[in-house]
């Protein structure tokens, strides 16, 4: 079975400061994995998916995220926020590419953004 | 290309009352998914459509809500009778199944339902 933990709820930084948002995963094969962000009253949006590639995973909005097997991990990182970054992410899994397999998602972080 | 349509976009019903939500996929997409979003929490998945047939309808409350997808393109989801904790934001997503790799659903806006 498969499952994600986002460790933190609710993140708030400063405009222009590092975002981390931290997610750990569980899979008993290897995962597709992916962040989508949700913006108040807005559908969901992929910003990345990491499918068993490159372990350094580049989206949009300058958002990257890292895969790390050893740690089970897949944070979600930006250099420098700002105020349009302020929404709900939430880290997925799913187990088997090209299947339209079930997304797992995780309970979501709050991110906000401080001017 | 168009996007996932859900209509309505909101809708407030009192209990015990039935309430039903249209999808239409993106074109050419086969496979459909219904999901579930309570306030503060993830999505869950409702029940997954191949086509017109079920593929995953695991985590459904078949008591009470049904979906179906008519000659495998627009689906629609009914609850009957509806309870307080139904109150959610009703999330279609589509995604095509031949020529790639990558798991990626597209996501509607979504239908926010309030139980009164």
């Given at each position: 079975?498969?499952?994600?933990?986002?460790?933190?709820?609710?993140?708030?930084?400063?405009?222009?400061?590092?975002?981390?948002?931290?997610?750990?995963?569980?899979?008993?094969?290897?995962?597709?994995?992916?962040?989508?962000?949700?913006?108040?009253?807005?559908?969901?949006?992929?910003?990345?998916?990491?499918?068993?590639?490159?372990?350094?995973?580049?989206?949009?909005?300058?958002?990257?995220?890292?895969?790390?097997?050893?740690?089970?991990?897949?944070?979600?990182?930006?250099?420098?926020?700002?105020?349009?970054?302020?929404?709900?992410?939430?880290?997925?899994?799913?187990?088997?590419?090209?299947?339209?397999?079930?997304?797992?998602?995780?309970?979501?972080?709050?991110?906000?953004?401080?001017? | 290309?168009?996007?996932?349509?859900?209509?309505?976009?909101?809708?407030?019903?009192?209990k015990r009352?039935?309430?039903?939500?249209?999808?239409?996929?993106?074109?050419?997409?086969?496979?459909?998914?219904?999901?579930?979003?309570?306030?503060?929490?993830?999505?869950?998945?409702?029940?997954?459509?191949?086509?017109?047939?079920?593929?995953?309808?695991?985590?459904?409350?078949?008591?009470r809500?049904?979906?179906?997808?008519?000659?495998?393109?627009?689906?629609?989801?009914?609850?009957?009778p509806a309870k307080l904790e139904d109150?959610?934001?009703?999330?279609?997503?589509?995604?095509?199944?031949?020529?790639?790799?990558?798991?990626?659903?597209?996501?509607?806006?979504?239908?926010?339902?309030?139980v009164?």
């Open positions: 079975a498969q499952s994600v933990t986002q460790l933190d709820s609710h993140v708030s930084v400063s405009e222009g400061t590092p975002v981390l948002l931290r997610c750990n995963y569980s899979s008993s094969y290897s995962p597709s994995l992916f962040w989508y962000v949700q913006h108040p009253n807005k559908g969901l949006q992929l910003l990345l998916k990491y499918t068993s590639a490159a372990t350094l995973v580049k989206g949009i909005n300058g958002f990257e995220a890292e895969f790390k097997k050893s740690e089970t991990s897949f944070h979600l990182t930006k250099p420098s926020a700002h105020m349009s970054d302020a929404a709900e992410y939430f880290c997925v899994v799913s187990g088997r590419y090209n299947q339209g397999g079930k997304l797992i998602f995780g309970q979501g972080t709050e991110l906000s953004v401080k001017p | 290309e168009a996007g996932v349509a859900q209509s309505p976009r909101y809708k407030i019903i009192e009352q039935s309430v039903a939500f249209w999808c239409n996929p993106i074109s050419g997409h086969a496979t459909l998914y219904w999901y579930q979003q309570i306030l503060g929490q993830g999505p869950k998945l409702l029940i997954q459509f191949q086509n017109n047939g079920v593929v995953d309808d695991s985590q459904l409350p078949k008591d809500f049904s979906a179906e997808r008519l000659k495998g393109v627009d689906s629609t989801l009914k609850i009957q109150s959610a934001v009703y999330l279609c997503a589509s995604y095509r199944t031949s020529g790639s790799r990558y798991n990626e659903q597209f996501f509607g806006p979504g239908t926010r339902l309030t009164l």
